[in-house]
Protein backbone atom coordinates (compact mmCIF):
# COMPACT_ATOMS: atom_id res chain seq x y z
CA UNK A 1 0.00 0.00 0.00
CA UNK A 2 1.47 3.84 -0.68
CA UNK A 3 2.36 5.68 2.18
CA UNK A 4 1.33 8.80 0.03
CA UNK A 5 -0.43 11.09 2.78
CA UNK A 6 0.07 9.39 5.62
CA UNK A 7 1.46 10.92 8.89
CA UNK A 8 2.99 9.66 11.81
CA UNK A 9 1.07 10.27 15.25
CA UNK A 10 2.97 10.54 18.47
CA UNK A 11 0.98 10.18 21.50
CA UNK A 12 2.73 11.18 25.12
CA UNK A 13 1.37 11.28 28.53
CA UNK A 14 1.59 10.19 32.35
CA UNK A 15 1.11 6.63 32.62
CA UNK A 16 -2.30 4.76 33.04
CA UNK A 17 -4.03 7.89 31.12
CA UNK A 18 -5.64 5.81 28.28
CA UNK A 19 -3.45 6.73 25.75
CA UNK A 20 -3.00 2.91 24.58
CA UNK A 21 -6.67 2.65 24.48
CA UNK A 22 -6.99 5.80 21.96
CA UNK A 23 -3.74 5.26 20.10
CA UNK A 24 -5.20 1.45 19.83
CA UNK A 25 -8.28 2.67 18.83
CA UNK A 26 -7.27 5.68 16.04
CA UNK A 27 -5.08 3.06 14.61
CA UNK A 28 -7.48 0.53 13.74
CA UNK A 29 -9.73 3.43 12.38
CA UNK A 30 -7.31 4.68 10.03
CA UNK A 31 -5.37 1.78 8.81
CA UNK A 32 -2.43 2.52 10.54
CA UNK A 33 0.10 0.37 12.54
CA UNK A 34 -0.05 1.01 15.96
CA UNK A 35 3.71 0.59 18.52
CA UNK A 36 2.85 0.79 22.13
CA UNK A 37 6.48 1.63 23.28
CA UNK A 38 5.63 1.10 26.80
CA UNK A 39 5.17 -2.83 26.29
CA UNK A 40 9.00 -2.33 25.14
CA UNK A 41 10.16 -1.01 28.23
CA UNK A 42 7.65 -3.41 29.62
CA UNK A 43 9.52 -6.25 28.46
CA UNK A 44 12.77 -5.40 28.87
CA UNK A 45 12.13 -5.17 32.41
CA UNK A 46 11.03 -8.93 32.17
CA UNK A 47 13.95 -9.72 30.26
CA UNK A 48 16.31 -8.40 33.65
CA UNK A 49 13.71 -10.07 36.79
CA UNK A 50 13.90 -13.65 34.21
CA UNK A 51 18.14 -13.10 33.87
CA UNK A 52 18.57 -11.94 37.66
CA UNK A 53 19.28 -8.62 36.63
CA UNK A 54 17.14 -6.88 38.83
CA UNK A 55 15.79 -7.15 42.49
CA UNK A 56 12.31 -6.70 43.56
CA UNK A 57 13.58 -3.53 45.71
CA UNK A 58 14.76 -2.74 42.24
CA UNK A 59 18.72 -2.99 42.59
CA UNK A 60 19.65 -3.19 38.67
CA UNK A 61 22.76 -5.16 38.24
CA UNK A 62 23.74 -2.43 35.19
CA UNK A 63 26.71 -4.05 33.48
CA UNK A 64 24.95 -7.22 33.54
CA UNK A 65 22.50 -6.01 31.98
CA UNK A 66 24.12 -3.68 29.55
CA UNK A 67 26.21 -6.72 28.35
CA UNK A 68 23.13 -9.32 28.30
CA UNK A 69 20.86 -6.89 26.29
CA UNK A 70 21.80 -7.72 22.55
CA UNK A 71 20.59 -10.98 24.06
CA UNK A 72 16.82 -9.54 24.33
CA UNK A 73 14.90 -9.37 21.10
CA UNK A 74 11.87 -7.89 21.02
CA UNK A 75 9.14 -7.82 18.23
CA UNK A 76 5.37 -7.86 18.25
CA UNK A 77 3.24 -10.12 16.87
CA UNK A 78 -0.70 -9.90 15.93
CA UNK A 79 -3.13 -11.53 17.80
CA UNK A 80 -5.17 -13.64 15.45
CA UNK A 81 -8.24 -12.58 16.94
CA UNK A 82 -8.46 -9.11 18.15
CA UNK A 83 -5.46 -7.95 15.10
CA UNK A 84 -4.02 -6.13 17.70
CA UNK A 85 -0.10 -6.48 18.39
CA UNK A 86 1.07 -8.64 21.17
CA UNK A 87 4.71 -8.04 22.74
CA UNK A 88 7.20 -10.86 22.34
CA UNK A 89 10.66 -11.63 24.14
CA UNK A 90 12.72 -13.60 21.82
CA UNK A 91 9.46 -14.81 20.00
CA UNK A 92 7.96 -15.17 23.33
CA UNK A 93 4.75 -13.69 23.47
CA UNK A 94 4.86 -12.61 27.08
CA UNK A 95 1.71 -9.77 26.91
CA UNK A 96 -0.04 -10.99 30.21
CA UNK A 97 3.63 -11.53 31.99
CA UNK A 98 4.47 -7.39 31.42
CA UNK A 99 1.21 -6.56 32.52
CA UNK A 100 1.17 -7.05 36.14
CA UNK A 101 2.30 -4.82 39.27
CA UNK A 102 5.79 -6.93 39.25
CA UNK A 103 7.10 -5.82 36.19
CA UNK A 104 4.31 -2.91 36.91
CA UNK A 105 6.69 -1.60 39.86
CA UNK A 106 9.77 -2.19 38.44
CA UNK A 107 9.97 -0.57 34.63
CA UNK A 108 10.18 3.00 35.56
CA UNK A 109 14.39 2.47 37.15
CA UNK A 110 14.67 0.38 33.63
CA UNK A 111 13.26 2.69 31.38
CA UNK A 112 15.52 5.71 32.83
CA UNK A 113 18.45 3.96 31.75
CA UNK A 114 20.34 5.66 28.72
CA UNK A 115 21.50 2.30 27.25
CA UNK A 116 17.68 0.65 27.19
CA UNK A 117 16.80 3.84 25.50
CA UNK A 118 18.98 4.23 23.38
CA UNK A 119 18.24 0.05 22.09
CA UNK A 120 15.08 0.77 22.01
CA UNK A 121 14.70 4.52 20.39
CA UNK A 122 16.70 2.98 17.58
CA UNK A 123 14.06 0.50 16.89
CA UNK A 124 11.60 2.84 17.24
CA UNK A 125 12.45 5.12 14.70
CA UNK A 126 13.45 1.84 12.17
CA UNK A 127 9.56 1.32 12.87
CA UNK A 128 8.08 5.11 11.82
CA UNK A 129 10.10 5.11 8.51
CA UNK A 130 7.35 4.67 6.53
CA UNK A 131 4.87 6.78 8.52
CA UNK A 132 1.28 5.45 8.49
CA UNK A 133 1.81 4.66 12.73
CA UNK A 134 0.48 5.72 15.91
CA UNK A 135 3.09 5.36 18.44
CA UNK A 136 2.33 5.65 21.98
CA UNK A 137 4.89 6.13 25.18
CA UNK A 138 6.49 9.21 26.55
CA UNK A 139 9.33 10.60 24.64
CA UNK A 140 7.76 9.81 20.99
CA UNK A 141 6.73 13.81 20.49
CA UNK A 142 10.04 14.77 21.41
CA UNK A 143 12.53 12.52 20.81
CA UNK A 144 11.97 9.55 18.88
CA UNK A 145 9.48 11.05 15.99
CA UNK A 146 10.40 15.20 16.80
CA UNK A 147 9.01 15.25 13.17
CA UNK A 148 5.78 13.66 13.62
CA UNK A 149 3.12 15.97 11.95
CA UNK A 150 0.18 15.30 14.81
CA UNK A 151 1.44 15.12 18.41
CA UNK A 152 -0.72 14.55 21.28
CA UNK A 153 0.37 15.10 24.82
CA UNK A 154 -2.55 12.83 26.95
CA UNK A 155 -3.20 13.71 30.66
CA UNK A 156 -5.84 12.78 33.39
CA UNK A 157 -5.34 13.47 37.36
CA UNK A 158 -3.89 10.48 39.12
CA UNK A 159 -6.44 9.49 41.13
CA UNK A 160 -8.41 9.08 37.71
CA UNK A 161 -5.42 7.39 36.19
CA UNK A 162 -5.32 4.93 39.81
CA UNK A 163 -9.12 4.36 39.65
CA UNK A 164 -8.45 3.24 36.05
CA UNK A 165 -5.91 1.23 36.46
CA UNK A 166 -7.35 -0.71 39.85
CA UNK A 167 -10.38 -1.71 37.31
CA UNK A 168 -8.50 -2.69 34.83
CA UNK A 169 -6.49 -4.95 37.08
CA UNK A 170 -9.30 -6.50 38.80
CA UNK A 171 -10.94 -7.11 35.44
CA UNK A 172 -7.56 -9.45 34.91
CA UNK A 173 -8.39 -10.86 38.33
CA UNK A 174 -5.63 -9.92 39.63
CA UNK A 175 -5.98 -10.45 43.27
CA UNK A 176 -5.50 -8.30 46.64
CA UNK A 177 -5.56 -5.34 45.08
CA UNK A 178 -5.05 -2.30 46.88
CA UNK A 179 -5.72 0.87 45.59
CA UNK A 180 -3.67 3.39 47.91
CA UNK A 181 -0.78 1.12 46.65
CA UNK A 182 -1.76 1.88 42.69
CA UNK A 183 -2.12 4.98 43.44
CA UNK A 184 1.55 5.50 44.94
CA UNK A 185 2.74 3.70 42.12
CA UNK A 186 1.15 5.61 39.59
CA UNK A 187 2.72 8.91 41.59
CA UNK A 188 6.30 7.41 41.85
CA UNK A 189 6.18 6.38 38.32
CA UNK A 190 5.08 9.78 36.98
CA UNK A 191 8.30 11.42 39.07
CA UNK A 192 10.54 8.71 38.08
CA UNK A 193 9.24 9.33 33.75
CA UNK A 194 9.16 13.32 34.63
CA UNK A 195 12.55 13.49 36.05
CA UNK A 196 14.96 11.31 34.42
CA UNK A 197 18.21 12.94 32.55
CA UNK A 198 17.37 11.04 29.45
CA UNK A 199 14.96 11.91 27.52
CA UNK A 200 12.03 12.47 30.45
CA UNK A 201 8.65 12.78 29.92
CA UNK A 202 7.53 16.27 29.02
CA UNK A 203 5.03 18.06 26.68
CA UNK A 204 6.56 18.81 23.08
CA UNK A 205 6.15 22.72 22.41
CA UNK A 206 4.18 21.59 19.34
CA UNK A 207 2.09 18.61 21.16
CA UNK A 208 -2.13 19.27 21.16
CA UNK A 209 -2.93 18.65 24.91
CA UNK A 210 -6.34 16.57 25.49
CA UNK A 211 -6.78 15.73 29.32
CA UNK A 212 -9.28 12.89 29.56
CA UNK A 213 -10.20 13.07 33.49
CA UNK A 214 -13.76 14.11 32.33
CA UNK A 215 -14.21 12.24 29.07
CA UNK A 216 -15.81 8.98 27.98
CA UNK A 217 -13.44 6.63 25.84
CA UNK A 218 -15.75 7.20 23.21
CA UNK A 219 -15.60 11.15 23.76
CA UNK A 220 -11.73 10.59 23.80
CA UNK A 221 -11.45 8.38 21.00
CA UNK A 222 -13.88 11.14 18.76
CA UNK A 223 -11.63 14.18 19.88
CA UNK A 224 -8.60 12.60 18.85
CA UNK A 225 -10.11 11.78 15.32
CA UNK A 226 -10.71 15.08 15.15
CA UNK A 227 -7.25 16.09 15.75
CA UNK A 228 -6.12 13.60 13.27
CA UNK A 229 -8.28 14.62 10.51
CA UNK A 230 -7.40 18.16 10.77
CA UNK A 231 -4.05 17.70 10.91
CA UNK A 232 -4.44 15.81 7.57
CA UNK A 233 -6.68 18.21 5.84
CA UNK A 234 -3.66 20.68 6.76
CA UNK A 235 -1.00 18.71 5.50
CA UNK A 236 -2.83 18.26 1.97
CA UNK A 237 -3.88 22.03 1.68
CA UNK A 238 -0.07 22.60 2.04
CA UNK A 239 0.89 20.57 -0.40
CA UNK A 240 -1.46 22.51 -2.57
CA UNK A 241 -0.72 25.75 -1.62
CA UNK A 242 2.96 25.21 -2.35
CA UNK A 243 2.29 22.93 -5.41
CA UNK A 244 5.37 20.68 -3.93
CA UNK A 245 4.72 16.77 -4.32
CA UNK A 246 5.51 15.65 -0.82
CA UNK A 247 6.17 12.44 0.49
CA UNK A 248 4.10 13.33 3.85
O1 LIG B 1 2.95 3.18 29.17
P1 LIG B 1 3.42 2.13 30.17
O2 LIG B 1 2.86 2.34 31.55
O3 LIG B 1 3.24 0.74 29.69
O4 LIG B 1 5.00 2.38 30.28
C1 LIG B 1 5.79 1.60 31.12
C2 LIG B 1 6.99 2.40 31.61
O5 LIG B 1 7.90 2.65 30.53
C3 LIG B 1 6.70 3.73 32.26
O6 LIG B 1 7.31 3.80 33.54
C4 LIG B 1 7.34 4.75 31.37
C5 LIG B 1 8.28 3.99 30.51
N1 LIG B 1 8.26 4.47 29.13
C6 LIG B 1 9.23 5.35 28.73
O7 LIG B 1 10.06 5.74 29.54
N2 LIG B 1 9.28 5.77 27.44
C7 LIG B 1 8.37 5.35 26.55
N3 LIG B 1 8.44 5.79 25.29
C8 LIG B 1 7.35 4.46 26.96
C9 LIG B 1 7.31 4.05 28.26
Redesign the pocket.
Known amino acids: MSNQGKIIVAIDGH??CG??TMAKWLARQVGYIYV???????TITLFAMRNGLITSDAKIDQDGLKEALDKAEISFTLDPDTNLPLACLNGEVVEKEIRGMEV?SL??PI?ALPFV?EKLTVQQKAMGEKKGIVM?????GTA?FPQAELKVFVTASAEVRARRRFLELQEKGEQNLDFDEILKNVQE?DY??SHREM?P?RQADDARVLDNSDLTIDEQNQLLLKMFNETIQNSEELIVESGEVSNL
Open positions: SSKSDTGAMYRSVSARDGRDIVRIDNL
